[in-house]
T-cell receptor, first 120, second 114 residues
Framework: AQKITQTQPGMFVQEKEAVTLDCTYD???????LFWYKQPSSGEMIFLIY??????QNATEGRYSLNFQKARKSANLVISASQLGDSAMYFC?????????????????FGQGTTLQVKP | DVKVTQSSRYLVKRTGEKVFLECVQD?????MFWYRQDPGLGLRLIYF???????EKGDIPEGYSVSREKKERFSLILESASTNQTSMYLC?????????????FGAGTRLSVL
């Protein structure tokens, strides 16, 4: 079963506007973490923002914020005041809590990604 | 800054060749990972290692093996390359035992098997 779902293969946004990239997840573990990464055309994955399942407030990092709705199992990324340099592919990922008997290495499960294009 | 270095950005190999992809990290991270990335499929975990000489299979280990003889280096081996292994390969590393255990990635190796 798909554990991380990004339903938007591609998105367009006008420069200086805000954009929301969707991410839904599925887990029965009460302890988990959610990550967003950016992958420019150069290929390197860049960490953007993290939300822990027990965090009381939505995470924010500069122009990035995470709209965490636990009951709906969604963790949407909001980029405010889009810039041309935000054009990239964005991945949502989840780390589940420790599974008894397995090594707790912080494995991540990634979504399919959303390609964002910022228009001038 | 954390640096994860992959030995090649682009590789072209022939079917049946043995292929080595090398990854080195400089932050003393316990965990290292190999992913492949294909359009529409996101990143899929091939293998990971949580300590020197320790490894576990990921979601798609078939056709691959790994080696971790030193903490900073994690190698992915394609024993006999096939065309369906043409893909982008990404290496990552992270600290162990943290809730916010960010994975840091290399720039990727784009492998073409002809």
């Amino acid at each position: 079963a798909q554990k991380i779902t990004q339903t938007q293969p591609g998105m367009f946004v006008q420069e200086k506007e805000a954009v929301t990239l969707d991410c839904t997840y599925d887990t029965s573990d009460p302890s988990y973490g959610l990550f967003w990464y950016k992958q420019p055309s150069s290929g390197e994955m860049i960490f953007l923002i993290y939300q822990g399942s027990y965090d009381q407030q939505n995470a924010t990092e500069g122009r990035y914020s995470l709209n965490f709705q636990k009951a709906r199992k969604s963790a949407n990324l909001v980029i405010s005041a889009s810039q041309l340099g935000d054009s990239a592919m964005y991945f949502c990922a989840m780390r589940e809590g420790r599974i008894p008997g397995s090594s707790n290495t912080g494995k991540l499960i990634f979504g399919q990604g959303t390609t964002l294009q910022v228009k001038p | 800054d954390v640096k994860v270095t992959q030995s090649s950005r682009y590789l072209v190999k022939r079917t049946g060749e043995k292929v080595f992809l090398e990854c080195v990290q400089d932050m003393d991270h316990e965990n290292m990972f190999w992913y492949r990335q294909d359009p529409g499929l996101g990143l899929r975990l091939i293998y990971f290692s949580y300590d020197v000489k320790m490894k576990e299979k990921g979601d798609i280990p078939e056709g691959y093996s790994v080696s971790r003889e030193k903490k900073e280096r994690f190698s992915l081996i394609l024993e006999s390359a096939s065309t369906n292994q043409t893909s982008m390969y990404l290496c990552a590393s992270s600290l162990s035992g943290l809730a916010k255990n960010i994975q840091y990635f290399g720039a990727g190796t784009r492998l073409s098997v002809l």
